[in-house]
């Protein structure tokens, strides 16, 4: 059985609020992979894009993630990961992968500046073309899909909970 379980999705939808709390929800470890490259290049991450740009990012990001080594814990990487095909695939196979969704309404009312929160567009791009762009990977790579409209935090954690223990009973 896959014991670590990834979050994936679009930033604001509480990858490492949600994830912190399953992983003590389940006795897990909790790793935010965002701090790990944080760590490693020894700069925050708007100063590391800001550096080697998107692609030297990516490069970054897809290295880290690629490389974690973990049992039993929730990992939360940063929404750009599903770009990160070695990384995508090295989470494939060491646990289930959750994809927590929110709509576009959603996304824009939590980030009210993306430049603030260290999303990063590219020239011209709007948060709805990354919405729309990421939310297809997102789906591609999700073992579950957890659903966000309308949940509190709290209802999100819940769902999160259920859905895996049907998951992991289902498979077993």
Known sequence: MKSNLIFIGMPAVGKSTVGIVVAKRLGKGFIDSDLLIQEQEGKLLREIIAEVGDDGF?????????????????????????????????????????????????????????????????????????????????????????????CQIEETIENVLDTIENYSQNKA
């Open 58 to 150: 990516l490069k970054i990001e897809n290295q880290v993630n690629r490389d974690i080594k973990a049992e039993n814990a929730v990992i939360s990487p940063g929404g750009s990961v599903v770009y990160c095909e070695e990384a995508m695939r090295h989470f494939k196979e060491i646990g289930i992968v959750v994809y927590l969704h929110a709509s576009y309404q959603t996304i824009k009312r939590r980030i009210r500046n993306p430049q603030k929160r260290g999303v990063v567009l590219k020239d011209g791009q709007t948060l709805k073309d990354l919405y729309d762009e990421r939310k297809v990977l997102f789906e591609k790579y999700a073992d579950v899909t957890i659903s966000e409209e309308g």
